[in-house]
């Protein structure tokens, strides 16, 4: 009895609960055969409910990403760490993430899931894409406030690095604003807590209003998408993970990725059971440092992995935006496919260590390419297992950067004495 209660408290149950309900209920109503006229009025209040469960993810994205940037930053600890070792940490992330992306965008154009579903998605419309050029232009707003209220991420990301890294310049002084930000933190937390408590919710209105769209003419096609959908997903995150990362692990930090993974098992197996980056720090440390990897270094690139460097997510995040795309019948061109790549490197550094955050940030991705927010209803059911995947491909990435970052230092030190 005591099981059964602590299987149903636990969310994602709920939503696969939520999710399987919903297509029991869709594959009833299909079945009845009403009339379409009769389906669409039975699909408009689930598609209501669903746009409020949207609604309320994009309402506290921004001030997830802004909290957890400038509170990850601080985890460097001082800005002498940050011009000895930091930056080029933070090319390490960046890079590592970048060449995950590519991964899964070259994965996804190859498995093209979704491509003839032709599905319209509650939740919103299809709007024009940014160009390319813009997009970069727009990196840095000319006035902070005006990005923030249009909603607009990509400044927002840039501008809480230069407040973080301020931050952290001015040591002692900045101590009362690191407080608030932490607490804020903390705050934000709670309410993605909320937020994501009605996912079930959100989940089965999306999924019924999906399901019963007039233009899905056969479930079964849907469902083979969505399973192609996670082929790409994992195949994407299983070459990043057993040969780009141990490549980057034999090339720059001469070390065996056999023996070194072997060290990082159990942490990688608390990563995938977890599906939280953070939740894991303390054994991917403990283990980090087993493997002889120097504390300083463990200290120093761990904690900040944990909350920005995250290539199983950005990987994730640009097959499943790809996928959606070809899902609604949008042929991404060139120019779109490169915003997705550059998007989703920089919604996973804004995308905290914890369960189904890479989905809440995934809407930065979407929007950036015109994409609706609303897209996530054709993800969401199988986030769960996808996120298990990702977070143990996110926490061997801090921990190849661990290791990477150390044979940096120790040149360094031998160079100097
Ligand atoms: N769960 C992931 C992590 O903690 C973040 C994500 O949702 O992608 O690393």
């Known amino acids: 009895m005591e099981k059964k209660a602590h299987f149903l408290k636990a969310l994602h149950?709920?939503?696969?609960?939520?999710?399987?309900?919903?297509?029991?209920l869709a594959i009833t109503i299909r079945a009845l055969?009403?009339?379409?006229?009769?389906?669409?009025?039975?699909?408009?209040?689930?598609?209501?409910?669903?746009?409020?469960?949207?609604?309320?993810?994009?309402?506290?994205?921004?001030?997830l990403v802004v909290v957890s940037i400038i509170s990850g930053i601080q985890q460097m600890g001082s800005t002498s760490k940050l011009s000895k070792v930091g930056w080029k940490t933070l090319l390490y992330y960046m890079s590592t993430t970048f060449i995950a992306v590519t991964i899964g965008i070259v994965i996804v154009n190859l498995i093209k899931p979704g491509v003839g579903l032709n599905l319209a998605i509650p939740g919103g419309e299809v709007i024009k894409p940014t160009p390319i050029l813009q997009v970069f232009q727009d990196i840095i707003p000319p006035n902070i406030f005006k990005a923030l209220a249009a909603g607009k991420?990509?400044?927002?990301?840039?501008?809480?690095?230069?407040?973080?890294?301020?931050?952290?310049?001015?040591?002692?002084?900045?101590?009362?604003?690191?407080?608030?930000?932490?607490?804020?933190?903390?705050v934000i937390f709670k309410i993605v807590g909320w937020v994501m408590a009605t996912a079930p919710i959100?989940?089965?209105?999306?999924?019924?209003?999906?399901?019963?769209?007039?233009?899905?003419?056969?479930?079964?096609?849907?469902?083979?998408?969505l399973f192609l959908y996670m082929v790409a997903v994992v195949a994407g995150?299983?070459?990043?993970?057993?040969?780009?990362?141990?490549?980057?692990?034999?090339l720059f930090a001469k070390r065996s990725p056999v023996a070194y993974l072997s060290s990082l098992a159990p942490a990688l197996l608390t990563a995938f059971s977890t599906a939280s980056s953070s939740a894991t720090y303390p054994i991917t440390r403990e283990r980090t440092i087993d493997?002889?990897?120097?504390?300083?270094?463990?200290?120093f690139v761990l904690p900040l992995g944990a909350t920005i460097n995250m290539d199983g997510t950005a990987l994730y995040e640009a097959v499943a935006a790809v996928y959606i795309a070809n899902a609604i019948g949008v042929d991404l061109s060139f120019a779109s496919q490169l915003i997705i790549v550059l998007t989703?490197?920089?919604?996973?550094?804004g995308a905290a260590g914890v369960p189904s955050a890479g989905l809440v940030t995934m809407i930065i991705v979407l929007e950036a390419v015109g994409l609706p927010p609303g897209g996530y209803v054709l993800v969401i059911a199988v986030d769960r297992i996808l996120d298990m995947c990702r977070t143990t491909v996110n926490v061997w990435g801090d921990?190849?950067?661990?290791?990477?970052?150390?044979?940096h230092l120790e040149k360094m030190n031998e160079t100097s004495s």
């Open 13 to 24: 149950w709920q939503i696969f609960l939520a999710t399987v309900l919903s297509i029991g």
């Open 33 to 63: 055969d009403l009339g379409a006229e009769t389906q669409s009025a039975f699909r408009a209040p689930f598609l209501f409910l669903g746009d409020l469960f949207v609604r309320s993810l994009k309402l506290i994205v921004l001030p």
């Open 153 to 186: 991420m990509l400044p927002t990301i840039f501008v809480s690095f230069l407040f973080g890294i301020g931050l952290l310049s001015v040591g002692e002084k900045g101590k009362p604003l690191v407080d608030i930000i932490e607490s804020l933190n903390t």
């Open 202 to 225: 959100g989940v089965f209105a999306l999924f019924i209003a999906t399901l019963l769209d007039p233009k899905l003419a056969d479930l079964s096609v849907f469902f083979e998408n």
């Open 237 to 250: 995150l299983g070459i990043h993970g057993f040969i780009a990362l141990p490549l980057i692990l034999i």
């Open 291 to 299: 493997a002889g990897v120097s504390r300083e270094s463990a200290d």
């Open 344 to 349: 989703a490197t920089l919604a996973a550094i």
């Open 399 to 407: 921990a190849v950067g661990a290791a990477v970052v150390d044979a």
